[in-house]
């Protein structure tokens, strides 16, 4: 499965992006899909996933009631809907794909591809 992750710019505090993972090669609805993001000097940290039928999803914390992932099985798209941006967004946006369990959704380590990652920066 190869990934490729669109969406990212700069934005003020308080506006809106969307994040977008295009999925091709295996069948798509076969995998979790999360997103992750990485700031400078700080480790990978999950943001959402989504469950292979879109069913379930798990949020961080930090973006609950402010982000939200969905995916489109038949177009083999995986999208974040970010609203309310922080400057504390600020990062490099990954998604990922995978089989983890839905309480495994953060573990980077069970992911078994990745896109390349799209900037996103939140002006104050």
């Known amino acids: 499965v190869q990934l490729q992750a669109s969406g990212g710019g700069l934005v003020q505090a308080g506006g809106s992006l969307r994040l977008s993972c295009a999925a091709s090669?295996?069948?798509?609805?076969?995998?979790?899909f999360s997103w992750f993001r990485q700031a400078p000097g700080k480790e990978r940290d999950f943001v959402a996933g989504i469950a292979r039928q879109g069913g379930s999803t798990r949020y961080a914390d930090s973006v609950k009631g402010r982000f939200t992932i969905s995916r489109d099985n038949l177009k083999n798209t995986v999208l974040l809907q970010m609203n309310g941006l922080k400057p504390e967004d600020t990062a490099v946006y990954y998604c990922?794909?995978?089989?983890?369990?839905?309480?495994?959704?953060?573990?980077?380590?069970?992911?078994?591809?990745w896109g390349q990652g799209t900037l996103v920066t939140v002006s104050s």
């Open positions: 990922a794909a995978g089989r983890p369990a839905l309480s495994a959704y953060d573990q980077t380590d069970i992911y078994y591809y």
């Open positions: 090669g295996r069948t798509v609805r076969d995998y979790v």
